[in-house]
């Protein structure tokens, strides 16, 4: 038995690591704006419901660093949520920036499924210190449209990426609260890739061109938080995570550039982007309802209005000119995530959990874009755990995610889209979301 644990530990770190570090991009319909937050099956069981308060396992930690001094010893906790969006994209109108009528439908398959993983680690070094580190992707965003439909001047390919390395402390307060901090490493990506036009709808002699704007760089931040409880079966927490203020540098890869784009300096060259992802301030209360029943909320805010645009700006090329800044206008504004779920222990080996969340997305509709086309979303989830003799456990959970209707109205009144071209379309989505993890005390 010990064999087999050691063997299925093995492989789902391996697994996790390997998904982290290939490149991974997940999908922007598991959570509101471009974050993520399948970071662990135990909290995705009842919604996140009591994320910041819960005194079940390490996988807490992302929104509470306090919440380490879960460890019951050397423990290692493994998950990972396969998310499976679908999204109907309809158009009822393009046009290149001559007014020429563009057509083409969007793909079915414009978002794909995606592995999201997380390693937590605890070491407990103290009967009341514990050291943790953590492996997540807390933002992240892909869409894949090609060259051949209507809006390919606004976005053919979008990927951005943030994983996250964190190193932790976590205090017992004596027998009423924990006190906790990390401090990240983060290495993220954009790719932003679309067609260019040649003012003639795609039909000159040369027909459209092709760009590719790629990015990275490595930037830190930190966690903090603290949970208590009070009074014996009321456990409240606090975790607030910081921003993540990145400064990309890339290079711009173009093919077939029209002469009067070209004009204007559009040619490969260096480029850079100051942008930073959004801190999160999670509140969470668990209640314990008799011996077996526990009823959890969360509110948690991010602070998405430090979007206001991605703007990207170029060295000059081989030609000596600098060509315009690329813009993408977010305006976004802070949003609230509020869920509530309860979590039942049908027997000392098994647990159950259910919940209900609401996801409201940080976009303003005259804003809204084909790379962010984010609506208000919905969460019914379920979960359970099953504890093996020896102390390990295996979650599983399942999200349904139900996301408003929305439209991406982009009708040539910003002064972003003057090479972009209007674009009228609907979008319908969801998203399937499976959760699985490994929990194993040494």
Same mark, same amino acid.
Request: proline fraction near 3%.
């Given at each position: 038995m010990k064999m087999i644990k050691k063997q299925l530990l093995a492989s +789902?770190?391996?697994?996790?690591?390997?998904?982290?570090?290939?490149?991974?991009?997940?999908?922007?319909?598991?959570?509101?704006?471009?974050?993520?937050?399948?970071?662990?099956?135990?909290?995705?069981?009842?919604?996140?419901?009591?994320?910041?308060?819960?005194?079940?396992?390490?996988?807490? #930690?992302?929104?509470? $660093?306090?919440?380490? +001094?879960?460890?019951?010893?050397?423990?290692?906790?493994a998950s990972g949520a396969l998310v499976m969006p679908s999204m109907d994209v309809t158009v009822?109108?393009? +046009?290149?920036?001559?007014?020429?009528?563009l057509s083409g439908k969007a793909p079915n398959d414009v978002v794909n499924p995606t592995l999201?993983?997380?390693?937590?680690?605890?070491? $407990?070094?103290? #009967?009341?210190?514990?050291?943790?580190? +953590?492996?997540?992707?807390?933002?992240?965003? #892909?869409?894949?449209?090609?060259?051949?439909?209507?809006?390919?001047?606004h976005s053919a390919e979008t990927a951005v990426q943030d994983i996250a390395l964190s190193l932790s402390l976590a205090q017992k307060l004596g027998g009423w609260g924990a006190v906790g901090a990390s401090v990240q490493v983060h290495k993220g990506s954009v790719l932003l890739a679309s067609s260019l036009t040649d003012f003639s709808g795609g039909n000159?002699?040369?027909?459209?061109?092709?760009?590719e704007l790629e990015a990275d760089d490595i930037a830190y931040a930190y966690s903090i938080g603290i949970a208590l &409880?009070?009074? @014996?079966?009321?456990?409240?927490?606090?975790g607030y995570r910081s921003d993540v203020e990145y400064t990309f540098e890339g290079d711009a890869d173009y093919t077939n550039v029209s002469p009067t784009l070209a004009a204007l300096g559009v040619d490969e060259a260096y480029l850079f982007d100051e942008l930073s992802f959004p801190s999160v301030l999670t509140m969470s209360l668990e209640q314990d309802l008799g011996e077996r029943l526990t009823l959890g909320a969360t509110a948690m805010k991010t602070g998405?209005?430090?979007?206001? &645009?991605?703007?990207?700006?170029?060295? $000059?090329?081989? @030609?000596?000119?600098?060509?315009?800044?690329?813009?993408?206008t977010f305006n976004f504004e802070d949003q609230w995530f509020y869920s509530t779920g309860l979590t039942y222990e049908?027997?000392?080996?098994?647990?159950?959990?259910?919940?209900?969340?609401?996801?409201?997305?940080?976009?303003?509709?005259?804003?809204r874009s084909a790379r962010t086309p984010d609506g208000d979303r919905q969460w019914v989830s379920l979960g359970g755990s099953y504890k093996f003799a020896g102390g390990s456990e295996l979650t599983a959970a399942y999200t349904y995610v139900m996301i408003d209707d929305v439209s991406v109205v982009r009708d040539g009144s910003l002064s972003e889209d003057a090479s972009r071209g209007k674009l009228d379309a609907d979008y319908e989505t969801s998203a399937n979301v499976f959760s699985l993890a490994y929990n194993m005390s040494f």
């Amino acid at each position: 038995m010990k064999m087999i644990k050691k063997q299925l530990l093995a492989s +789902s770190i391996k697994l996790a690591l390997f998904t982290l570090g290939s490149g991974l991009t997940a999908q922007q319909a598991s959570a509101a704006g471009f974050a993520l937050n399948d970071h662990s099956a135990t909290a995705s069981g009842n919604a996140l419901a009591g994320a910041a308060a819960s005194n079940q396992d390490i996988s807490f #930690s992302f929104w509470n $660093p306090a919440l380490f +001094s879960n460890a019951k010893g050397v423990e290692l906790y493994a998950s990972g949520a396969l998310v499976m969006p679908s999204m109907d994209v309809t158009v009822n109108s393009a +046009s290149d920036p001559g007014g020429n009528t563009l057509s083409g439908k969007a793909p079915n398959d414009v978002v794909n499924p995606t592995l999201v993983p997380s390693v937590y680690f605890a070491l $407990p070094v103290t #009967s009341s210190t514990t050291l943790g580190a +953590s492996l997540n992707v807390p933002f992240g965003l #892909s869409g894949k449209y090609g060259k051949d439909w209507a809006g390919r001047y606004h976005s053919a390919e979008t990927a951005v990426q943030d994983i996250a390395l964190s190193l932790s402390l976590a205090q017992k307060l004596g027998g009423w609260g924990a006190v906790g901090a990390s401090v990240q490493v983060h290495k993220g990506s954009v790719l932003l890739a679309s067609s260019l036009t040649d003012f003639s709808g795609g039909n000159s002699s040369s027909g459209d061109g092709y760009a590719e704007l790629e990015a990275d760089d490595i930037a830190y931040a930190y966690s903090i938080g603290i949970a208590l &409880e009070p009074i @014996d079966g009321t456990r409240i927490g606090v975790g607030y995570r910081s921003d993540v203020e990145y400064t990309f540098e890339g290079d711009a890869d173009y093919t077939n550039v029209s002469p009067t784009l070209a004009a204007l300096g559009v040619d490969e060259a260096y480029l850079f982007d100051e942008l930073s992802f959004p801190s999160v301030l999670t509140m969470s209360l668990e209640q314990d309802l008799g011996e077996r029943l526990t009823l959890g909320a969360t509110a948690m805010k991010t602070g998405w209005g430090v979007l206001d &645009e991605m703007r990207i700006a170029f060295a $000059p090329g081989d @030609d000596g000119i600098k060509q315009p800044d690329s813009v993408l206008t977010f305006n976004f504004e802070d949003q609230w995530f509020y869920s509530t779920g309860l979590t039942y222990e049908y027997s000392d080996q098994l647990t159950l959990r259910g919940g209900y969340a609401q996801d409201n997305s940080p976009a303003k509709e005259a804003y809204r874009s084909a790379r962010t086309p984010d609506g208000d979303r919905q969460w019914v989830s379920l979960g359970g755990s099953y504890k093996f003799a020896g102390g390990s456990e295996l979650t599983a959970a399942y999200t349904y995610v139900m996301i408003d209707d929305v439209s991406v109205v982009r009708d040539g009144s910003l002064s972003e889209d003057a090479s972009r071209g209007k674009l009228d379309a609907d979008y319908e989505t969801s998203a399937n979301v499976f959760s699985l993890a490994y929990n194993m005390s040494f």
